[in-house]
């Protein structure tokens, strides 16, 4: 079966540090990527998502992904972050037996202004 | 444009009671439809999902069932809650095919005592 693991729980940053938030997969074949963003009291909301063509992928309020097949990894940036990104951050990944969407566990972003 | 709804946002049972959560999905026709639950630190786990009236997968066996009576509209629902059924649970939409990206609810915030 599909897993996706998000290594990093909890994060902390001041404003203005830069962001990367990991994530890897397991299924080698053909998948689609996405990243979904969950801000307090708010719906579950698309942030990103990769299909095929250019590994670098530009998403909604300055955020980017980049997803590497060798690595088996669509990690999430921002080179400057802002206290309205505090938020739990869940990658997610479609593709292999059963053509389910896996999610990871989510990582928690905290943001100090 | 696509609007999702669920009802009630929040629901307190005691254990052993009947469940029905509802979840109705407006401006698209013959959606994908899912229900997750939503646990701290593991995400969100696939409990069912429909790609037409009545035709339901389940992923998980457990004490849910869900149903779909109209296109647009998806229900779980329980005989008997457990205490271990309380937790967060989303509903979303998706129009299927190999890029398919789904599009959460608001989700039900439900407690068993």
């Known amino acids: 079966a599909q897993s996706v693991s998000q290594h990093n729980h909890h994060v902390i940053l001041s404003e203005a540090a830069s962001l990367e938030l990991g994530c890897n997969y397991s299924?080698?074949?053909?998948?689609?990527l996405f990243w979904y963003v969950q801000y307090p009291g708010q719906h579950l909301q698309l942030l990103l998502k990769?299909?095929?063509?250019?590994?670098l992928v530009k998403g909604i309020k300055g955020f980017e992904a980049e997803f590497i097949k060798s690595k088996f990894s669509f990690n999430l940036r921002k080179p400057s972050v802002q206290w309205s990104d505090t938020a739990e951050y869940f990658c997610?990944?479609?593709?292999?037996?059963?053509?389910?969407?896996?999610f990871g566990g989510g990582t928690r972003l905290m943001v100090k202004p | 444009s696509q609007t999702i709804h669920q009802w009630p946002a929040t629901l307190v049972q005691p254990v052993g009671s009947p469940l029905s959560l509802e979840c109705t999905v407006e401006?698209?026709?013959?959606?994908?439809l899912y229900w997750y639950r939503q646990a701290a630190g593991r995400g969100l786990q696939l409990l069912f999902y429909?790609?037409?009236?009545?035709?339901i997968s389940s992923e998980v066996p457990q004490n849910l069932s869900a149903s779909r009576p109209q296109d647009r509209q998806f229900i779980l629902s329980s005989k008997k809650l457990l205490l271990s059924d309380s937790g967060f649970y989303l509903c979303?939409?998706?129009?299927?095919?190999?890029?398919?990206?789904?599009?959460f609810g608001p989700g039900t915030r439900l407690l068993v005592l």
């Open positions: 979303a939409w998706g129009k299927g095919g190999g890029k398919e990206t789904q599009y």
């Open positions: 299924y080698g074949g053909t998948v689609n």
């Open positions: 990769y299909f095929s063509g250019d590994p």
């Open positions: 997610a990944v479609w593709g292999g037996a059963g053509n389910m969407l896996t």
């Open positions: 401006g698209t026709s013959n959606p994908n």
């Open positions: 429909s790609v037409g009236i009545g035709q």
